[in-house]
């Protein structure tokens, strides 16, 4: 069960009077659950969706193009123009996981203290932008290695900490489908990122005297910054002080999650960034998380192989490319239609580890025949796994609600750990293994296998924890914290035995 610190002591709940917190005078908000409050939250839900969501959307889009383009010039000479090994090639993907993993923790952990996201996500997406476009100008296996290495540290604070702000704005009911549309960002990237990948590839060969692959880089780094620059005003800050949302609707924002954990959404007094990562680290519960996360994207890791692995089919590389465009686009639907239907469910385990299930299968699949059908069909299978992934972060967003220090220093913790099962994997799909990539296979079968116990054993622990609730309201009540109590009173306009009796409904989501 999450935890809460400080703790209300039993006599401040037996013994509290009537308090009534210093409420907003001028124009209240309407009552919950009536028609003017729940007109005025989808106004300002779709105000947020328009703005928000495109621009998340296309960051993580060129996050993955970007991150992936090794993969994709690799078809069109780029081993062969710095003289790589297949050790080295896989050296040199797997060395931005060696920054990226472990940064996402203290990258969260400052964008939590940080009183402006906007500026912290849209200058860190100019500078992994750059570092892409200079990648382009690499000669040696030393200079992309050293490339690839600095662009993890600005790229990790993109995905949890997108995730983080969005959960800053979005109710547990409502940040699945929000969430999967940025994660299908990354999924429709290995798509539209293939198809343009193929036009670069195709027509920009020794234009200038340059290589195609360092076109790939070019082009593509230049756009990452255009959009890191635009995103500076696009993004929200925090609903106390974004400031293209008027005064009425950030209070309206913070009742809204107050309202969704019986809470306020703010840190206490003492809910340092160090406070939040040393809560999370004892939490159990986090580590759990963690190791499911790996062993997921251990067996998830096919992603940064997945152009070589339609090239196994026996087709050229721009057929190659445009072959592995058709499952990302259906991944892409299952994944935003799977998030949706866990909203309005608030299901979380089957929404996330069904998914996996099909890429067992898929394995299974290309491992009984070598026929090109059969062997594509399973790639359709393998890419909606990542449908699960999306939920991942989103489960344990609702899992840890309060204090918002906690839960930024677990969702780095849960993803930048995670993130070891894709270094993992750079090794994994290794070509001498191939082009059937049997080995490769099994290896994320059973890592599959392993996730889906772990996800299991979570299940059941939320189960029981429900259960301990359920039995004596009084725990919902020891766990509360006093001043985010009495903060979502005061943006209520109601009493704190009011907004303690609310407290009593919240329940964690499985």
């Not at 580590?287 to 994207?297: D, H, P, S, Y």
Request: aromatic share 12%; proline share 5%.
């Amino acid at each position: 069960m999450a935890s809460h610190s400080p703790s209300l002591d039993k006599t401040d709940i037996v013994m509290e009077e009537q308090v009534n917190p210093a409420p907003f005078e001028e124009d209240p908000l309407p009552p919950e659950g009536s028609e003017e409050r729940i007109l005025a939250e989808r106004r300002l839900v779709r105000k947020l969706d328009m703005r928000v969501l495109p621009t998340i959307v296309l960051i993580f889009i060129m996050n993955y193009i970007d991150r992936n383009a090794v993969t994709t010039a690799r078809l069109k000479g780029l081993e062969q123009d710095l003289h790589l090994s297949d050790l080295q090639y896989n050296v040199v993907l797997s060395i931005l996981y060696v920054s990226y993993c472990p940064a996402q923790i203290p990258s969260n952990m400052a964008l939590n203290w940080i009183t402006r996201p906007s500026l912290y996500i849209g200058t860190c997406v100019v500078i992994w932008g750059l570092i892409s476009t200079l990648t382009g100008i690499t000669q040696s296996y030393g200079g992309i290695l050293a490339v690839r290495l600095c662009i993890g540290i600005p790229e990790s604070a993109f995905y949890p900490g997108a995730i983080y702000l969005l959960s800053r704005w979005y109710t547990k009911k409502e940040l699945a489908f929000r969430s999967a549309i940025l994660y299908g960002g990354l999924l429709i990237s290995n798509a539209f990122g293939a198809l343009m990948a193929a036009g670069i590839l195709a027509n920009m060969e020794g234009k200038l005297g340059i290589r195609a692959w360092r076109w790939l880089f070019f082009i593509e780094g230049s756009i990452t910054m255009f959009i890191g620059l635009n995103a500076m005003w696009l993004l929200p800050d925090y609903p106390v002080n974004t400031r293209w949302v008027s005064s009425k609707e950030r209070r309206l924002a913070q009742a809204r999650l107050a309202d969704d954990a019986g809470e306020a959404d703010k840190d206490s007094v003492g809910d340092s960034p160090l406070k939040g990562l040393w809560m999370a680290i004892q939490d159990p519960k986090v580590w759990v998380f963690a190791i499911m996360n790996t062993a997921q994207l251990l067996g998830l890791s096919f992603v940064n192989f997945f152009p070589t692995l339609t090239s196994t089919l026996g087709f050229n590389t721009t057929v190659s490319l445009l072959l592995a465009a058709p499952p990302w686009i259906l991944s892409t639907i299952a994944c935003c239609v799977n998030a949706w239907h866990a909203d309005r469910t608030g299901g979380r385990f089957f929404h996330q580890s069904a998914w996996w299930w099909g890429v067992m299968i898929g394995f299974i699949i290309s491992l009984s025949t070598n026929n090109n059908g059969a062997r594509y069909f399973s790639m359709f299978l393998m890419a909606c796994g990542y449908g699960g992934f999306a939920m991942t972060l989103v489960w344990v967003s609702s899992t840890f609600p309060r204090p918002p220090a906690k839960r930024a220093a677990i969702i780095g913790i849960v993803n930048g750990v995670g993130n070891i099962g894709n270094l993992m994997g750079s090794y994994t799909w290794k070509a001498e293994w191939g082009p059937d990539y049997h080995q490769s296979m099994i290896i994320s079968f059973v890592a599959l296998g392993v996730s889906t116990i772990l996800s299991l054993i979570l299940r059941q622990w939320v189960i029981r924890d429900n259960k301990k609730l359920d039995e004596d309201e009084k725990i919902a009540l020891n766990d509360a914290n006093r001043s985010r109590v009495e903060e979502a009173a005061r943006l209520e306009g109601i009493t704190f035995d009011q907004a303690m009796q609310r407290r009593k409904g919240f329940r964690y989501l499985y």
